[in-house]
DNA sequence: CAGTGGTCTAGACCACCAC
DNA sequence: TGGTGGTCTAGACCACTGG
């Protein structure tokens, strides 16, 4: 854990717990610095992380205001698996797997979020996410054969991420991702108990490595009527 | 136009215009630092807004490596408007007003992105995009009159954000966004030509002002079979 | 006016990579 | 082993806010 790292989880749990409330300053950057026996410029790394993530609005010759508390509700954006997800959620959950095959990585299907996708061997893993007793979710997984080997069972139905972290060292960098609405397919249909004319929302995503290397290519297919995603972003 | 911006800027312009091709290491950060006659730290910090963004990876030992020519498609992502939008894409597009009224705000509706919006009153503004003279996208705006008085015609179908930025010099600081998809309205589908059991995507979304002030709420429902978005995000 | 955040600098030490 | 990015520091000057 780096100083920088120990300030930011400080600060954002304060904000969290509310001993720093909604609307009121922080500290200065001066006293802030003196309180943690940092310099000012790692306190103002912390305060900039902060700022990307929605917590605080800084002004000149003011202060930082806290602005957020922040709410989790589906966030597509950022890198994160479906269990830190659900545990952050508190929801219950379970997931089924579905299938479990080895075949060449579809490139055209995912040519809209990865337009250089190379070929490669993949392991497929299709994956039922229920969400109290009722499914919402399909995963359909690619996973690159040269970088993980094979999935068992017990892992895909627990978490890819811890895995791929955890035992394989992996370093999950970045995820482009794409949202568009289709119609169910028949399988969407079975599934997620839809009806013939109903929609689906598609979220593909192509995950890298922080060698550049694209390992893991997903298309989550969700019940529109389910699916929701909310973001923060910044001007410029 | 501050150093950093300016070697932020020049970098990205050479990633665009492929000076620094995808794949390939930029320059290392005592190199850049003296190239562009800054100090390392400002370098970094053009590095770290590059990182964000998704142009570069940065591998300790070795370098940074330009991982992608941006493209966008529709960022719903970061604080844009419509206008700059279209200018980016080289789209056809035309905006009609269709309703221009004073109103209280309706908070319920922006409950579940804005928890803690406060009463005022607004100017509603209901405008449809079109492009390639095919409606997309019905605007519903709500414009806090604490901040802007009144907002003509020639405005509402050119940009707002051009206005309040321009003309009154509003400095638009975040915005909160959320995404889902509902059933189209008798309005929906009217003005943009849908079935009667057709759904729309739905993007609501508050933005403030660098004083944390919410001063627009907008509600801009899209043809399903028209939207998409992309973004990129970092793990952690 | 004093205090705040915004920008920029020069230098240090570390962990990591490639040769 | 030399060069790279990652972290951290101490200090400077500026523009802005508030009383």
Do not use: W
């Amino acid at each position: 854990m780096t100083k920088l790292d120990l300030v930011y989880q400080d600060l954002k749990q304060k904000i969290d717990t509310g001993v720093y409330a909604t609307d009121t300053l922080l500290p200065s950057e001066n006293a802030l610095a003196s309180l943690y026996g940092a310099s000012r410029d790692t306190i103002r790394k912390a305060l900039a992380k902060l700022r990307d993530q929605g917590f605080i609005q800084s002004q000149k010759g003011r202060g930082s205001v806290v602005i957020n508390r922040q709410q989790y509700v589906f966030p597509v954006s950022g890198v994160i698996s479906y269990k830190e997800l659900s545990q952050r959620l508190n929801f219950k959950t379970t997931t089924t797997m579905i299938e479990n095959t080895q075949m060449p990585l579809p490139i055209a299907n995912f040519k809209a979020v990865d337009p250089h996708a190379k070929p490669c061997t993949t392991t497929r893993l299709v994956r039922l996410r229920e969400v109290n007793g009722e499914p919402v979710i399909i995963d359909i997984d690619y996973i690159n054969g040269d970088v993980v080997p094979a999935i068992s069972k017990a892992v895909a139905e627990d978490s890819l991420y811890a895995y791929f972290e955890g035992q394989l060292h992996l370093t999950i960098a970045y995820a482009k991702k794409e949202i568009t609405v289709e119609p169910a397919t028949a399988q969407d249909q079975q599934l997620l108990h839809l009806d013939a004319n109903a929609s689906v929302v598609v979220v593909k995503s192509v995950t890298s490595l922080e060698d550049t290397t694209a390992f893991q290519y997903t298309e989550s297919r969700h019940r529109a009527d389910r699916f929701r995603f909310q973001e923060f972003a910044r001007r410029a």
